[in-house]
């Protein structure tokens, strides 16, 4: 991590199009293979959609001089929220109420770049982007497949809630919960 600066996005565009690049070359990878040039633009696409429909957004970005080498992204969400509707009516009435409950914090994007890996920067992503949150609980889903970052997640502490769920025609996907207080 030494020379890597972690901040909030402060709504400068140039530094939104280096993390959409860096977002667009890590999801190209195994096992998301997403086509680079579509994820860069619905990366920018959402951030603003995001930023005028739901609340607390945050973007944290890794820094290495003006180079963007990791970032993280979350938003609050209640009902009404597409990911919410369709993960939640599939758990139990207790798990549900217990980490959806009327609004939850929910983690939406991590990615570092490979060459900066396991020198603890997703590590200090996830701790700004959960600091001070005006909620008790966070959430995401992941690929099952995506096996670093279930050891990324097992790392923090985070729990598996519910596995194997597929939204639409999805690959399979974990989804995982923690307490934020
Ligand atoms: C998952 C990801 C964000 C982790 O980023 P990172 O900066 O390398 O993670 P950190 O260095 O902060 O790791 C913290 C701890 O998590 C665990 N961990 C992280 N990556 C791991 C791996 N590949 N294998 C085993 N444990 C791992 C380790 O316990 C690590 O601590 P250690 O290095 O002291 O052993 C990164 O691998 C990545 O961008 N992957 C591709 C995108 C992705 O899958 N994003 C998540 C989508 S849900």
Redesign the pocket.
Known sequence: MTGVLITKWDGDEAELTRAAELYAR??A?QP?REEVEASRTSFMERIRRYGASKPHLRLVLAKDGADVV?LALGTGIAAGDWWRDRIAPLLEHDARARWFGDGCFS?M??????A???????????DALLKDLPYATAV????AE????G??????GWREIATGIRIGDSPALCVLARDLR
């Open positions: 890590v999801f990878e998301y990791g983690v994007e991590l990615a570092v770049a490979l900066h890996r396991r020198s603890g920067i997703a590590a200090n992503l996830m995401l889903s992941r690929y995506a096996e670093d970052a050891r990324f997640y097992a790392s923090l």
